[in-house]
């Protein structure tokens, strides 16, 4: 259990990263100028508080040397609810429901097939926490500081982790795993990205590649469809599951 929740941690945060900015508003509350009229740091930033402004679907991959996760999911960013079922490279499946996620893999100990964890018990910082925290997701884009259209919607630019770590909430651990980020990174200040934008002014695409000092290149990429389509997520059968032990609390 202690090998496989670091790396589910991972996953989940690569499946959200990227999602909003600092102000942590709804980009439908608003009116923004359209993406015509920004520039494009702007643009691509405005896209993804648009993307996120409902509800989505998200495929995401994350790639180190010959290891790779795979993540497909659906979320409600406001109904906070979130389900994902990937590869890593075990099968893996984790449901939200608020503040409580339900994990199921091979590797988890336990009688039950499936894991139930409240989100409350776990510490501020807690990098799982992290993970199932839509809101406080901001991965690069609140920290990007050069952007420039390539056409087709297509924007190509780099990031800045300490910007962006800067522009991160505090609440869920979000800022601290970006400061760990740009500690094993290269050049934490030129972080390279691709982004997809739609006619309708959001996100469909995004990858960026973090050199690392030791672990080598780690490349991300998202996709992000499906916009405003409904989203059900259900608890599995009380029969299926079982509460996390104590000692998840403790350690992560």
Known sequence: MRRLIPVLSIALAALVAGCGTNSGDNAASAPNPSPSKLDPVATVQQAMDRALSGTLAMDASVKAGPNAITMTGKMDPVAKTLLVTGKMPEPIEARLIADVAYIKADSLDGDKPWMKLDLTKLKPGSSLRQSFDLKSQTGIVGGIVSAQEVGGGR??????????????????????????????????????????????????????????????????????????????????????????????????
């Open 155 to 252: 924007y190509t630019g780099t990031a800045d982790l300490g910007k962006a770590a800067a522009a991160a909430s505090r609440d869920g651990g979000m800022r601290e795993g970006i400061e760990s980020s740009a500690k094993l990174a290269k050049d934490p200040k030129a972080i390279p990205f691709e982004a997809t934008v739609d006619a309708d002014g959001r996100l469909t695409a995004l990858s960026y590649t973090i050199a690392t000092k030791t672990l080598g290149d780690l490349v991300t990429e998202l996709g992000m469809s499906g916009f405003g389509e409904p989203v059900t997520v259900t608890a599995p059968p009380a029969k299926d599951t079982e509460a996390a032990a104590e000692e998840m609390y403790k350690y992560f």
